[in-house]
């Protein structure tokens, strides 16, 4: 009985501060963001007296630095920063660039570029071989150290290599479809095959990998779901063997694979100096 009068008369007290307290808008409690910046344009909307009214998102006092140029477009100092920053990257970049040329590559390999993507021609024996690959992601990803060994990678910053997947074509004359190689450079491990019956030794490692056979029509870019592909994942060794011969009897082998990644390598990164030049001249819109 008592605890329900005690009840009762807090009850009433907070209703009796509620009705003599002077009368306030509701305001929706800002959200707790991340980005600096958005918090300080919250900021800018709730600085000006209470009112019923709806806050705006900046006020008439309060704008974002311009520039004017012929092109129209906004400028503020982030750009300048950013235009400055490219301006000294792209000299880092262009003072590392081992090759202003592309290298070429040996075994009568004509090379055809369309902006990222390159193509490898080259005819055996009757037989058409074309090797298609694009250096867009193409970089493998940096594993993170150990403490240990942070120091040691800073003093000693490993290269960046572009080793790309690359689809392999083989043409023969006469025949209704082409033999196609989907390959690839594994980035945990080298892919070491078990030996079958080459003679006795260690036999070299593969450095890269194949991953499906298909036949598909000849020079179709798009490969077709409905014809059978075979997956290397579970395929028997010796024939897997034979297929790394097969390419490697029309050129395609460990010598080929390393000046490929020496191509990929040197074309992804001029496209990469190329893209910050043009990031650059869009920033300052000259």
């Not at 008592?2 to 807090?10: E, F, H």
């Not at 235009?83 to 290298?103: G, R, V, W």
């Not at 250096?135 to 990803?141: A, D, E, F, T, W």
Request: proline share 5%; hydrophobic share 35%.
């Amino acid at each position: 009985m008592l605890k329900s009068v005690s009840r009762a008369v807090q009850l009433a007290a907070r209703l009796s501060s509620r009705s003599s307290a002077p009368s306030a808008p509701a305001i929706r409690p800002a959200l707790h963001l991340s980005r600096t910046f958005t918090r300080s344009i919250w900021s800018l909307s709730n600085s000006g007296p209470a009112s019923g009214s709806r806050p705006r998102l900046l006020t008439a006092t309060r704008a974002l630095p311009t520039v004017s140029c012929g092109c129209g477009s906004l400028h503020t100092e982030g750009d300048k920063a950013f235009a400055e920053f490219l301006t000294d990257e792209i000299k880092e970049e262009k003072k590392i660039q081992k090759n202003t040329n592309l290298p070429k590559m040996s075994g009568g390999w004509e090379l055809e570029l369309n902006g990222t993507e390159a193509k490898l021609v080259r005819s055996v024996s009757g037989e058409k071989v074309t090797i298609t690959f694009n250096v867009n992601n193409s970089i493998p990803p940096q594993l993170e150290e150990e403490p240990e060994q942070t120091q040691k990678a800073q003093e000693e910053e490993p290269d960046i290599v572009s080793t790309p997947n690359f689809v392999v074509e083989v043409i023969k004359q006469g025949a209704k479809n082409s033999l196609v190689f989907d390959c690839h450079f594994p980035e945990d491990e080298l892919f070491v095959p078990e030996q079958t019956g080459h003679g006795e030794g260690e036999e070299e490692s593969d450095i890269f990998a194949i991953r499906e056979v298909s036949f598909q029509p000849e020079g179709d870019a798009d490969w077709k779901e409905t014809s059978y592909t075979l997956n290397t994942d579970s395929l028997d060794w010796a024939l897997y063997d034979h297929l790394m011969d097969f390419l490697a009897d029309r050129g395609v082998d460990n010598a080929f694979a390393d000046e490929l990644i020496e191509l990929s390598t040197a074309l992804e990164h001029q496209e990469y100096i190329k893209f910050l030049e043009e990031l650059s001249t869009f920033v300052k819109c000259k």
